[in-house]
Every structure is written in C-alpha cells, then in structure tokens.
C-alpha cells in the first residue's frame, strides 16, 4: 500500500516550457487534490476533484489545468511555466465528504519541486 | 470566508521543553480541526484532530482542545524530542467549505539536543 505517489520529485524548466505533474493513490478515494506549498503561506489549493469526472478550480488556479484521469489518478499540467509558478506541489486524496459534510482527513504525497528559470 | 491563524516561527525548543503553537480559527460553520506535521523532505501527514467542541486530539504524546467559545486549537506536547522537529500546520474543515481544507502558514520547530 504507497499511499499517494507524485512522480518527478524534482525538475527544473525553463519559462515557457510545459510539463505535467502525475499523481496516484492506491486508497480508492474519491476525492482528489493539487496544493501548492511557498514559504510562509501554508498550502494553496490549485485545483481539486471530487469524484473520478469532476474537477473544480481552487483558490490558484490560473496558469494551471488538471486531468482525473480515472479513480486513481490526477494530473497537473503547466502549458507555460512562468517564474512564478515556482513552488513545491502536494497531491493529496481524501474520501468524500457525504452530503452537505465535510472532509475528515486528508493522505499527501511527497511532493514536486518545481524551479522555473 | 474561513481562515486559519497559527504563531509565527520558528520556534527553538531544547529537548525535554513544554510545547504550545497557538492556532485559531474564522469559520462560518461547525468545522473539524485539525494539526497536520511535515517532516523535512516529506508531505504533510494527520498528526491529530478533533470534530466538535471540547474534543480533546492526541497523538504521539501531542495534544490539542477543541475551543468553541475561544475558537482555539492550541497543540501542546509536554516533553519535546529532538526528532519532533518539522512544520506543524493548523487546518479547518467546514460544511460550507464542501471539499476545501484552510491551512494555516505553518510554524517551523527545532529542537536541540
């Protein structure tokens, strides 16, 4: 049982190249995550999906798109990678919350450092 | 909206000292709490929680209280160890947040032999 697995763990771009973040869970969680972690500010959501087909923007969103790829997976594309995007990425799952609830726990990932030149 | 406020760090501890790391919360509903811990080099991983008021969490000899009339989640640990050093994050959960989670800035802990 991994848990939540984030390939790379490291990379470098340039401003202006793209790339795509993968993530997976083995708990069988409907609900997925994308946070970005920076100094200072705790962690942001990007994008979340709350079930496999469904995916919903979060407090940053732009400059970012995302893929449930089915239930396991969640992908996280940048088409153009600016400086600023610079950061260390978190997948997370969690399960659904049940109607009108709220999310109890949440499993991460260990994240991608992003360095954009 | 919602939010989340912890102490800012870092904070320096000698081995075998009180922990505190105040944490408190805005929240339009009745949220769950939670102290989330981060280990160098690794995610974020549920240190303890608590769904409703007066809830007490604990975990690995941490405590926290869930504090409705002062909307506080303050973490304590009586005795810290040097392997306890890592960031420590506040976070709520609410109904009307639906699948969002608010998570404090972090506060860093060191703690020396």
């Known amino acids: 049982n991994a848990g939540v697995t984030q390939t790379p763990k490291f990379q470098v771009l340039k401003t202006g190249q793209s790339m795509t973040l993968q993530c997976a869970q083995d708990m069988n969680h409907n609900s997925m995550y994308w946070y970005r972690q920076d100094p200072g500010m705790g962690l942001r959501l990007i994008y979340y999906s709350a079930s496999e087909g469904t995916t919903d923007k979060g407090e940053v969103p732009n400059g970012y798109n995302v893929s449930r790829l089915n239930k396991r997976e969640f992908s996280l594309r940048l088409e153009s990678a600016a400086p600023s995007q610079t950061s260390v990425y978190f997948c997370?799952?969690?399960?659904?919350?049940?109607?009108?609830?709220?999310?109890?726990?949440?499993?991460f990932g260990p994240g991608t450092r992003l360095l954009v030149l | 909206g919602d939010s989340v406020t912890q102490m800012e760090g870092p904070v320096t501890l000698s081995e075998e000292a009180f922990l505190t790391i105040n944490c408190t919360y805005t929240?339009?509903?009745?949220?769950?709490l939670f102290w989330y811990v981060q280990y160098p080099g690794e995610g974020l991983q549920l240190l303890l929680k608590a769904t409703k008021a007066d809830d007490k969490g604990s975990n690995k000899g941490f405590e926290a209280t869930y504090r409705k009339e002062t909307t506080s989640f303050h973490l304590e640990k009586g005795s810290v160890q040097v392997s306890d050093s890592a960031v420590y994050f506040c976070?709520?959960?609410?109904?009307?947040?639906?699948?969002?989670?608010?998570f404090g800035a972090g506060t860093r802990l060191f703690v020396k032999a």
């Open positions: 929240a339009t509903g009745y949220p769950s």
């Open positions: 997370a799952s969690s399960e659904a919350p049940a109607s009108g609830g709220r999310i109890e726990t949440q499993y």
């Open positions: 976070a709520l959960s609410d109904r009307a947040g639906g699948f969002k989670t608010i």
